[in-house]
């Protein structure tokens, strides 16, 4: 006989999912209703649009919800990158919680000697990042520069897959001091990112583990939702509470975005829990490969940056491509 399907509002379901989202939404409505900010819709309802399709592809992939919203703010919009960033932050402290909320509630499998070293390295990067080094990047520059690592990364990530058809693990291995700190340096280095655009920490770890330890995609992709919902709050926190520099602006998209991305994460992280690890490997090709473009064709870049996307771009393929060979041995033939 075949065992009986678990009821899908469990206790503890109705407790990490259903409650919060319940809340979530009285809240805002209540707030929207008593401040007469339901107008807002109709000068920034194309975030909310955006957001539908931005807080699904936070679920369910690395990249993280400001992978879509900050591209479209700065490029397509033409809005203030700062502001674009803040409001990632903000966005994602929300619907990236609730996806990680999903993944608890429904224990999807994570990689937790993952989470937690590439954690406590997230919350010096992204402060440091705030204070030290984001007010000083240039947009044209910082954008063009991300876009072209992590197009690297999409290569390399496609050559093992595709290519030399490397299996993938589901559990890291035990960990040197060595290997503890290198991935601590990771978090600091993604948080930094994180600072600057309002998400990076995701796909930095994802990267490493992925491609240094071969860490399957559909165990690295819940673990980097929850490490991108972490370092968004902390993010949210600190430009809204300790800097103050969260712009009326930014608070008017997080506002009208708020009610599709309680939504839209837990669904990303629903999908991506049932297809295998090539479908969530393939969707972020193509993400990666959408950003890239979208960046040449918005900014139109310069001879001198092209150039310096080209040295970018060159640098990371001989970085990741170098970065399997000092993992653990893997087999070949992959497991789909």
């Known amino acids: 006989m075949l065992p009986r399907p678990r009821p899908p509002w469990t206790p503890r379901y109705v407790l990490l999912v259903a409650l919060p989202i319940a809340v979530t939404l009285l809240v805002w409505t209540v707030f929207m209703t008593t401040t007469d900010r339901w107008g807002l819709f109709w000068t920034y309802g194309f975030m909310t649009i955006t957001m539908v399709f931005g807080s699904i592809v936070a679920g369910a992939s690395s990249e993280g919800g400001g992978a879509v919203a900050?591209?479209?703010m700065t490029l397509l919009f033409e809005i203030d990158p700062s502001v674009a960033r803040n409001f990632s932050l903000a966005i994602q402290s929300v619907g990236m919680t609730a996806a990680s909320l999903y993944i608890v509630a429904k224990r999807i499998r994570?990689?937790?000697?993952?989470?937690w070293l590439?954690?406590?390295?997230?919350?010096?990067?992204?402060?440091?990042?705030?204070?030290?080094?984001?007010?000083?990047?240039?947009?044209?520059?910082?954008?063009?520069?991300?876009?072209?690592?992590?197009?690297?990364?999409?290569?390399a990530l496609y050559t093992i897959n595709h290519v030399e058809e490397q299996d993938a693990t589901s559990t890291l291995p035990a960990l040197s001091i060595g290997q503890k700190a290198e991935m601590i340096g990771v978090g600091v280095f993604g948080g930094l990112l994180s600072a600057i655009f309002g998400n990076g920490i995701d796909i930095c770890s994802f990267a490493f583990v992925t491609l240094k330890y071969r860490l399957s995609e559909k165990v690295a992709t819940p673990t980097s939702v929850i490490l991108m919902a972490s370092n968004a709050v902390l993010g949210f926190v600190l430009h809204g509470a300790v800097l103050q520099d969260m712009t009326l602006e930014a608070y008017n998209f997080w506002w009208v975005s708020i009610p599709v991305v309680?939504?839209?994460?837990?669904?990303?992280?629903?999908?991506?829990?049932?297809?295998?690890r090539l479908y969530i490997a393939t969707l972020l090709y193509t993400i990666i490969g959408v950003q890239f473009v979208t960046a040449l064709w918005i900014i139109q870049p310069s001879w001198m940056l092209l150039g310096?996307?080209?040295?970018?771009?060159?640098?990371?393929?001989?970085?990741?491509?170098?970065?399997?060979?000092?993992?653990?041995?893997?087999?070949?033939?992959?497991?789909?």
Request: glycine share 14%; charged share 5%.
């Open 70 to 72: 900050y591209p479209v």
């Open 110 to 115: 994570i990689e937790t000697t993952y989470l």
């Open 118 to 155: 590439v954690a406590a390295g997230g919350v010096p990067g992204m402060i440091g990042g705030t204070y030290l080094v984001a007010p000083y990047v240039p947009p044209a520059y910082a954008k063009m520069m991300f876009v072209s690592f992590w197009l690297s990364y999409g290569l």
């Open 262 to 276: 309680v939504f839209g994460a837990p669904l990303g992280a629903y999908v991506v829990s049932l297809v295998p």
């Open 308 to 336: 310096v996307s080209a040295a970018v771009f060159t640098l990371g393929m001989g970085l990741f491509f170098q970065l399997p060979k000092y993992g653990p041995a893997v087999a070949s033939g992959g497991r789909r």
